[in-house]
């Protein structure tokens, strides 16, 4: 896999979203996913709570990856979201989130998760790819920064 592209399709990028708490990000995102995605938003928003409540899925540096398992999915898709104010996710360093990437997987799918989450934290951990990220304005651009290949930020 060399880019999100086939995870995230260029409607599951939102450029400044204006939400006020964890809570409201989650409904948002789980809102989202299911029209995308075609799934039950009950149900993504239940998922991720259950996630959350395991531990927060803020990882640091103002980012969060909030992910989970649903029936329903034949393959791992996500959005990536950027917050006009960052929130209180209750992350690792204590860090308000303004950089958000949701994964959603298939109920039996290991590794193809597991290679997804491990990718989204690559890019994530890239703090001048997050600078680059939290500089840019559109949905369009954005999607385009989260598709370049990591060999273009190496330099």
């Known amino acids: 896999m060399t880019s999100f592209d086939e995870i995230v399709p260029h409607n599951g990028v939102v450029a400044d979203l204006r939400v006020s708490s964890k809570k409201q990000l989650l409904q ?4 989202r ?13 239940e998922t991720l709570l259950e996630r959350e409540r395991l531990g927060s899925t803020g990882v640091g540096n103002g980012v ?3 992910h989970g398992k ?5 393959r791992v898709v996500g959005l990536f979201v950027t917050l ?3 929130v209180d996710f209750e992350a690792i360093d204590d860090r308000h ?6 994964l959603l997987a298939p109920e039996n799918a290991g590794a193809d998760h597991l290679r997804a989450l491990a990718k989204v934290s690559r890019l ?13 304005q559109t949905a369009d ?15």
């Open 33 to 45: 996913a299911g029209q995308l995605f075609g799934l039950d938003r009950r149900d993504v928003f």
């Open 28 to 31: 948002e995102l789980s809102e």
């Open 124 to 136: 994530l951990r890239d703090r001048d790819h997050c600078s680059k990220l939290r500089a840019t």
């Open 97 to 102: 989130v303004d950089l958000v990437f949701l």
């Open 70 to 74: 649903l029936p329903g999915l034949d």
């Open 84 to 86: 006009e104010e960052p």
């Open 141 to 155: 651009a954005l999607h385009a920064l989260i598709n370049e290949p990591f060999a273009a930020n190496a330099a």
């Open 64 to 66: 969060a990856i909030p």
